[in-house]
């Protein structure tokens, strides 16, 4: 069965700054990989997917996110994080949508 | 973009009465939804696929008979709570596909059930 793990429950960082967001997961066949955001007060909306193609995908504010299949992974990363960014960020596999148990991005001023 | 709709997004009820959840895709037809239930501060956990025209999915764990799904029509799905209890109160959230399964999925916007 497929499962999503999510390492880090909370990040906190300083705005302008990097931030990676640790996701792996846990499958033999072919892999659907998403990241979902909820930001507070709000339902969850899709961030960025990968389904095939390009290893790397991006999302329109400045996510982006790498399929790693030797690693298993598909951390989400973004260069210089915004207040805005604050929110719940839910890494999720498979076309059932497996969800990891979140990680809470804390944006420092 | 896509639209799901969720009714009620709120609803207290007494504890042994059974409550309706209703999830609606507005401007698209899935063939697929499915039910999620979200504990305070944790993840999304998924109950069940609904299957147009068939019986649901059940993942491991969930009761068939307290959790009872309805997949209508190609628009609907209903989700209901039965004998219900305060343990089961939770944030319920359904979600379909656009397209294929593997395709993006749009959430509805949740119902709140607090069970008194």
């Known amino acids: 069965a497929q499962s999503v793990t999510q390492l880090d429950s909370q990040v906190p960082v300083f705005e302008e700054a990097p931030v990676e967001l640790r996701c792996n997961y846990s499958?033999?066949?072919?892999?659907?990989l998403f990241w979902y955001v909820q930001y507070p007060n709000q339902g969850l909306q899709l961030l960025l997917k990968y389904l095939s193609g390009s290893t790397l995908v991006e999302s329109i504010n400045g996510f982006e996110a790498e399929f790693n299949k030797s690693q298993t992974s598909f951390h989400l990363r973004k260069p210089s994080v915004h207040i805005s960014d604050t929110a719940e960020y839910f890494c999720a596999a498979d076309d059932k949508i497996i969800f990891g148990k979140g990680t809470r991005l804390h944006i420092l001023p | 973009g896509a639209v799901v709709s969720q009714h009620p997004s709120w609803v207290i009820c007494k504890s042994g009465t059974s409550v309706k959840i209703e999830c609606r895709s507005l401007?698209?037809?899935?063939?697929?939804m499915f039910w999620y239930r979200q504990f305070p501060k944790q993840s999304l956990m998924l109950m069940a696929t609904?299957?147009?025209?068939?019986?649901?999915?059940?993942e491991q764990g969930v009761e068939k008979d307290k959790f009872l799904i309805n997949h209508a029509s190609l628009t609907l799905s209903t989700l209901t709570v039965t004998s219900a209890h305060p343990e089961d109160s939770s944030f319920y959230i359904c979600s379909a596909p656009v397209g294929g399964t593997a395709d993006t999925q749009y959430f509805g916007p949740g119902t709140r059930l607090t069970v008194l």
């Open positions: 401007d698209f037809q899935a063939t697929t």
């Open positions: 609904s299957n147009e025209g068939s019986k649901a999915t059940y």
């Open positions: 499958s033999s066949v072919s892999v659907y």
